[in-house]
């Protein structure tokens, strides 16, 4: 049977937490000062460590300077809010989850039901690292270099802590594979993992898809609709293109990460929910604040933990990696291995790969088609820094450029280079999507705020 400690001075309020954790099958003693919390460790060790921050001797976080009495204990802060300051504080000194006063028993349940030995996750992280180096995959991520390494760090890091994330990187960087791995090797891993893509909701809809609905709340709603909230307690919600999300639902979901209640749409009720939330942007999160897409005080609540993802181009080590690997899964699906030539790896290797890893993956799965025999060739691969199926070189006198003046905002020099750039690839949106390092979604999404501004302006590409 597991054992929980209690640090916590006001008796009461102990007292009535001790009941609640041995209903879920836990012992439990209680602590009121850090002396005898001390005392409490001697006796025996507790799985969990229930930690209030104000006690009479002391901050609770003191026992973390004391890493051989809390190393491979769980510890749970009991705060009066889960504030910026704390979150950053607690990450650092490797805090595992919060509880915010007064203590809601559906919360408490959650926090239980994770307990797990910090020294289990540090031998995950081990094992994930042998195979990296045996085979050069950490989890579902493949890659070897410098640039994947430290991002492989910086997951384990913060994968056993309950901080939310801010994952930033081009489109097809592999931010939804992070955010995955982060789920899976953190202590919410037997609950679910949702993925949800702000800009492929409808504005009209998106509430009610995070929120969901109660019978009745607008034109339409047969039934109760529960949003992904609901559907994920106890797990993780991963918010790609949050740069996408309107600013009215930006203002509810930042009560969401300050309060942990939310309402659905048409309800008058609070619901508390138990998520932990990573979010993604292939935006750069301060020229998104500039352009009115994120709400600062949004943007500082989910940077608690930046990762940076490196693209594609900065890690030409790992292209031939990632390349093999793609093929090896391909191959085993079509029933037939091929393999690459020396000259098409090193083909793959000078590409510029505007699209990351996403496009290498639809390079290999069309070369893959195309090739007749059990080897693909060069002709099949793109070449120098071309993107695959770039069309002829522009005409003399056609435009490779554009001129933004000093001054202009953010928003209309993007508009000004997305704008340009579909115009010299003849308003083939694939292609500038790649170019630009956007997702598809994102360019047809700028493409109808743009028509919505000038109408006639973008209004046929908008709607293609």
């Known amino acids: 049977m597991s054992h929980a400690l209690i ?276 935006r750069v999160p301060e020229g998104a604040i500039a352009a009115g897409k994120l709400r600062e005080d949004l943007y500082y609540r989910l940077n608690v933990f930046p990762l940076s993802l490196p693209p594609l181009r900065d890690r030409r080590d790992d292209v031939g990696l990632l390349a093999n690997h793609f093929l090896a899964e391909i191959g085993k699906k079509e029933g037939q291995d091929k393999r690459f030539t020396p000259a098409g790896i090193a083909r793959l290797e000078r590409y510029d790969w505007p699209g990351n890893v996403r496009e290498l993956r639809n390079v290999v799965q069309r070369a893959y088609v195309m090739s007749p025999g059990s080897t693909i060739e060069e002709q099949w691969l793109p070449s120098g820094g071309e993107p695959a199926a770039r069309e002829p070189a522009p005409r003399a006198g056609d435009a490779a450029s554009i001129r933004i003046p000093i001054g202009a905002s953010i928003a209309d020099a993007e508009k000004t280079l997305i704008l340009a750039t579909l115009a010299h690839y003849d308003h083939h949106k694939e292609k500038t999507a790649a170019v630009l390092g956007i997702s598809l979604k994102t360019l047809y999404n700028r493409l109808r705020e743009y028509a919505a501004e000038s109408p006639g302006e973008a209004l046929d590409d908008a709607e293609d």
């Not at 939804?176 to 993992?193: G, Y």
């Not at 893509?197 to 034109?219: D, Q, R, V, Y």
């Not at 659905?264 to 009720?269: A, E, K, N």
């Open 7 to 282: 640090v916590e001075d006001d008796r009461d309020a102990a007292k009535m937490m001790a009941a609640l954790i041995a209903e879920e099958k836990f012992t439990v003693s209680i602590a009121g000062s850090l002396k005898e919390a001390r005392a409490q460790f001697v006796l025996q060790h507790p799985d969990v460590v229930l930690l209030d921050l104000q006690l009479p001797d002391g901050s609770g976080l003191k026992l973390f300077e004391e890493p051989d009495l809390v190393g491979n204990t769980e510890v749970v802060l009991i705060t009066g809010h889960a504030s910026l300051e704390t979150s950053v504080q607690a990450l650092r000194l490797g805090v595992a989850d919060y509880l915010i006063k007064p203590i809601n028993f559906k919360h408490l349940q959650g926090v239980l039901s994770r307990v797990m030995r910090p020294s289990e996750l540090r031998a995950e992280i081990e094992t994930l690292s042998d195979e990296l180096q045996a085979s050069g995959h950490f989890g579902q991520l493949w890659g070897r270099s410098n640039p994947m390494r430290a991002v492989y760090e910086q997951i384990s890091r913060v994968a056993g802590t309950a901080v939310t994330v801010l994952i930033t990187g081009e489109s097809g960087t592999g931010k939804e594979v992070v955010a995955r791995t982060i789920h899976e090797l953190s202590r919410r891993r037997s609950k679910p993992f949702l993925a949800v893509n702000c800009g492929a909701i409808s504005p009209h809809l998106i509430e009610s898809e995070i929120f969901g609905h109660e019978k009745g709340s607008f034109t339409g709603a047969e039934r109760q609709h529960l949003g992904f909230f609901e559907r994920a307690n106890g797990g993780t919600l991963f918010l790609d293109e949050i740069t996408e999300m309107p600013q009215d639902l930006q203002v509810k979901l930042l009560r969401v990460l300050e309060t942990g209640t939310f309402m659905r749409v048409g309800s008058t009720q609070s619901l508390d929910t138990d998520v932990r939330v990573l979010a993604a942007t292939n």
